[in-house]
């Protein structure tokens, strides 16, 4: 934390899940309510299919390029498990993209929401870049970016560890000096990969870490620094 270049900062980027959240207590959540659910509707059981088979295609595809990754991840799990692309999507639209949103807050790291304000309060810019769609998520956890994209926008259609996404989001906040940025995520083999190819300074939470502070003595940090 202490090599960071906080006194030059001008945008700090995040991953979201594991990154702003203890992505643990939420699985533990959502895990309870599909046991639920499916114990008194077992003819539905293949939606538990749909579930599985959509993380590990794309969990495989790391570094995945398309034309419409956002289509392509519903055709790929669709193919495992045959089913029509409509009803994962609409599966996957349900258990992954809007039934965990209602806990996320409760799942958030001590000190998130903090350094969000005092990052603005600096005049330092905010991104969001995580693998899925987290417009929703920010909304629930009552944070606010100035920029937000996913590896399946149109912009991007392409997995970590390419960087494309992070050029995206240069972009886009006119951000020309790479060594004034910051990346945030919790898998160096995708996040970190990923900074490492755009050339961006990166910093990985680790669960331990995230627990006992670590965004609270980034705060600290800014501020020393910036004062």
């Known amino acids: 934390m202490e090599n960071i270049f906080w ?4 945008l700090v980027i995040f991953d979201v899940d594991g990154t702003l959240y203890r992505q643990s207590s939420l699985r533990k959540v959502m895990l309870f309510k599909l046991l639920s659910y ?6 539905r059981y293949k939606e538990l299919f749909i579930l599985y088979h959509f993380r590990k295609e794309r ?3 790391s570094g995945f390029e398309g034309e419409n990754l956002d289509d392509e991840q519903y055709a790929w799990c669709a193919e495992k498990t045959g089913e029509q692309p409509a009803e994962v999507k609409r ?3 349900h258990w992954i993209f809007n039934a965990p949103n209602p806990y996320l807050k409760d799942a ?3 000190g998130v929401a903090q350094f969000f304000d ?10 969001i870049y995580s693998d899925y769609n987290s417009e929703e998520k920010l909304r629930m956890m009552g944070l606010n970016a100035d920029f937000e994209i996913s590896s399946t926008d149109k912009r991007v259609n392409s997995f970590k560890p390419l960087p494309k996404g992070l050029f995206v989001v240069l972009s886009a906040l006119n951000v020309n000096n790479k060594e004034n940025c910051l990346f945030i995520g919790d898998r160096f083999e995708l996040d970190g990969r990923s900074a490492e190819k755009a050339g961006i300074p990166f910093l990985l939470i680790e669960q331990n ?16 620094a910036r004062s």
């Open 7 to 10: 006194k030059g900062l001008e």
């Open 108 to 110: 958030m790291f001590a």
């Open 209 to 224: 870490s995230a627990e006992n502070g670590f965004y609270t003595k980034l705060s600290n940090y800014l501020i020393q």
């Open 91 to 93: 599966v996957i639209n």
């Open 38 to 43: 499916y114990a008194i509707r077992p003819w």
């Open 118 to 127: 005092d990052l603005k309060a600096q005049g330092i810019k905010i991104a």
């Open 59 to 61: 969990e495989k595809r």
